[in-house]
């Protein structure tokens, strides 16, 4: 555990902070196209 090179306070709280905007961004992004897909089959179905 000595080789280990630790992140610091600030690094720490910059990744977190990056990996909690992408997975907000992307799960925004997934819940859109799954809204425009489900709109789609449903007019077609009902088509």
């Known amino acids: 555990m000595r ?7 600030e690094q720490l709280l ?3 902070v990056l990996v909690l905007v992408v997975m907000a961004v992307s799960s925004a992004y ?6 425009i ?4 089959i449903n007019y077609l179905i009902s088509f």
Not at 3 to 9: E, L, N, S, V
Not at 30 to 35: L, N, T
């Open 37 to 40: 897909l489900y709109r789609i």
């Open 3 to 9: 080789k280990c090179t630790w992140p610091t306070r």
């Open 30 to 35: 997934i819940a859109g196209v799954d809204q």
């Open 14 to 16: 910059e990744s977190t």
